[in-house]
T-cell receptor, first 110, second 112 residues
């Protein structure tokens, strides 16, 4: 599975847009990029998944450039409730377990 | 609504005891997973199953076992609990390879 690298932590003020970049230089053709969010004392939950270009849902946007060596999770106008750990994963289209790194700890400040 | 549950939510046990953590899902998913989460290590895969009677070891499987006798349940057993197994344990399930993976609420286990 492709290894992903993301910042350990980020801080943001409420109302700002937050962009978390993930590097995945050796991503395979069959890999998708998937982001999970984890609040304290809860299990991770799926946010968004993409293969290339841009994907948007009610929670976030995911930008993946043509070379697919990196991707950016964009959270519009964050609130205090967006404080969480965000995990970037390269998920193989074959049936293999998800491998989580340490994620990015986002702290939203009032 | 379909869901994934874990029990107990909190457990305190003593070193050397056998402990079983339950995981039950009503999604009818074939794929089920157990992870542990410790400060500084993120989520680490313990065991997983792709279907009934199928079990596989993850990266931190020593001291743990699982069995899959039906689609809904994947219990995790600590054969002889050790203090190093104090952790938060998460069970997860998913349908196909690219489906969303759903996590349970977690079990906080303390081994004294």
């Amino acid at each position: 599975l492709a290894k992903t690298t993301q910042p350990i932590s980020m801080d943001s003020y409420e109302g700002q847009e937050v962009n978390i970049t993930c590097s995945h230089n050796n991503i395979a053709t069959n890999d998708y990029i998937t982001w999970y969010q984890q609040f304290p004392s809860q299990g991770p939950r799926f946010i968004i998944q993409g293969y290339k270009t841009k994907v948007t849902n009610e929670v976030a946007s995911l930008f993946i450039p043509a070379d697919r060596k990196s991707s950016t999770l964009s959270l519009p106008r964050v609130s205090l409730s967006d404080t969480a750990v965000y995990y970037c994963l390269a998920t193989f289209s074959g049936n293999t377990p998800l491998v989580f790194g340490k994620g990015t700890r986002l702290s939203v400040i009032a | 609504d379909a869901e994934i549950t874990q029990s107990p939510r909190h457990k305190i046990t003593e070193t050397g005891r056998q402990v079983t953590l339950a995981c039950h899902q009503t999604w009818n998913h074939n794929n089920m997973f157990w992870y542990r989460q410790d400060l500084g290590h993120g989520l680490r895969l313990i065991h997983y199953s792709y279907g009934v009677q199928d079990t596989n070891k993850g990266e931190v499987s020593d001291g743990y076992s699982v069995s899959r006798s039906n689609t809904e349940d994947l219990p995790l057993t600590l054969e002889s609990a050790a203090s190093s197994q104090t952790s938060v344990y998460f069970c997860a399930s998913r349908g196909t390879a690219t489906d969303t993976q759903y996590f349970g609420p977690g079990t906080r286990l303390t081994v004294l």
